[in-house]
């Protein structure tokens, strides 16, 4: 059995190179024009191992998340 945490340093590379190119191409404006972005990464069934890269500050994420929680649960009409 895998110990929880992080993902193999292979993956977590791969994570950190596509995070970059997210930043590079969604982020060529001004800054008023910036864009945040949250990827995870995680293996099916692998409960607690994951990887996220982003480029915002963390309290942000875990609002965002919080949020797309709520809106997953209680508004089925939200992703439609």
Do not use: C
Not at 22 to 34: H, K, L, P, T, Y
Not at 65 to 80: G, Q, T, V
């Amino acid at each position: 059995m895998r110990e929880r945490g992080k993902l193999e340093q292979p993956i977590r590379d791969v994570t950190l190179a596509i995070g970059r190119s997210i930043q590079e191409a969604i982020n060529r404006g001004s800054e008023a024009d910036r864009f945040g972005f949250f990827l995870a990464v995680y293996r099916h069934g692998d409960e607690g191992r994951f990887n996220y890269v982003s480029n915002s500050d963390r309290r942000d994420v875990v609002k965002l998340l919080r949020e797309m929680a709520d809106k997953f649960e209680n508004d089925p009409e939200w992703m439609n």
